[in-house]
């Protein structure tokens, strides 16, 4: 027996960072719902729930010209719950699979629910796979990091000027080596540093600033950024650190691009130390993006194991924040 037709109006599918839930009040009589279509990546989605005898859970893209040419490789993770008193939840293994139709993809469950029934899809990566061949690349992290202003000439001459040391005036001793740089520069892009080099202070007089709260490396990531010069693989791996010296030295594009990227990946183990970041550094974006994930998704289940040594060391402000959110999560109907 099927419904008469493949979305119900009593389902809702919503989406934050990389997951998707897919909520149905009531799943009885019907042995096939298909969700509303999503955007994740180039890509439209749907998830799909069939009950016979076992119960079979689908992810696939919509059939159209982008997901012909450019296939995704999706790394996923699914669970499906059952809310409620004797609640029940399957969570699958982590699956990585080429996805081009309905079929592509089945997940069986050796169980079927009645009544409310929560589907989640948490992308672990997305890749393109090329048609000539080639090896696939990942969507991410490339997507939506802002490029410099800078034309491509003056980015050579900044590049140049960084790596080779031409006419460099000031020294950067970081807790693992020492690197150099141009006053100028620094100056330029950020207000404590023109500071510095303003008034009569000791970084004016010795032209040597002590960053010892950073490695070379990512003071090197830093510097790669001021110049216009920083690579993506770069700005991730050090992502945390340059947010720290973001704040610190008050560079708001770099403290912008931090909080943005960071937003874009929150997972359940991940997200009580995003949760600390945001709020150590103001940033309202990643925190309210923390706490839809914890409460209004559900996933503050899936972190009890942290929670207490999280509340331990919470900020008491921090703490009345979350537990107003519990109480708007869960409030009745």
């Not at 509303?36 to 689908?58: C, H, P, Q, T």
């Not at 690197?179 to 032209?207: G, I, N, Q, R, Y």
Request: aromatic share 10%.
């Amino acid at each position: 027996m099927s419904c008469g037709g493949a979305n119900g109006s009593d389902s809702k599918l919503e989406t934050i960072s990389r997951l998707a839930q897919w909520k149905i009040e009531s799943f009885g009589p019907c042995s096939y719902r298909r969700s509303d279509a999503f955007k994740l990546g180039f890509w439209n989605w749907y998830l799909s729930v069939e009950k016979n005898r076992y119960m079979y859970i689908r992810l696939f893209p919509e059939p159209c010209r982008v997901s012909k040419e450019q296939p995704p490789i999706a790394r996923f993770v699914l669970r499906v719950s059952n809310p409620g008193p004797g609640r029940r939840s399957y969570i699958s293994p982590v699956h990585e699979k080429l996805l081009r139709t309905s079929e592509d993809f089945v997940w069986l469950i050796d169980s079927t629910f009645h009544g409310c029934l929560v589907v989640d899809v948490e992308f672990l990566d997305l890749k393109i796979s090329p048609l000539n061949g080639g090896e696939p690349y990942s969507i991410w992290p490339n997507e939506g990091m802002m490029q410099s202003l800078a034309s491509k000439s003056s980015l050579q001459c900044l590049s140049r000027m960084l790596e080779e040391n031409i006419h460099a005036d000031v020294t950067i001793s970081t807790s693992s080596g020492a690197l150099k740089a141009h006053k100028a520069v620094l100056a330029a892009s950020s207000p404590v540093f023109e500071s510095m080099f303003l008034h009569d202070l000791k970084e004016k007089e010795s032209s040597t600033i002590e960053i010892e709260d950073m490695s070379l490396e990512s003071c090197a990531a830093l510097l790669s950024y001021i110049y216009g010069t920083i690579k993506q693989d770069e700005f991730w791996k050090h992502r945390l650190s340059l947010l720290g010296a973001a704040n610190k030295y008050n560079i708001a594009g770099l403290k912008q691009c931090c909080e943005e990227s960071l937003l874009e990946d929150i997972n359940s183990s991940n997200v009580l130390e995003r949760l600390h970041e945001a709020w150590l550094y103001q940033l309202s974006k990643l925190k309210k993006g923390c706490l839809v994930y914890l409460f209004d998704f559900g996933k503050i289940c899936d972190v009890r194991d942290e929670i207490n040594s999280f509340f331990r060391h919470a900020d008491r402000e921090l703490m009345l924040e979350m537990f107003q959110e519990i109480l708007t999560a869960w409030k009745p109907g």
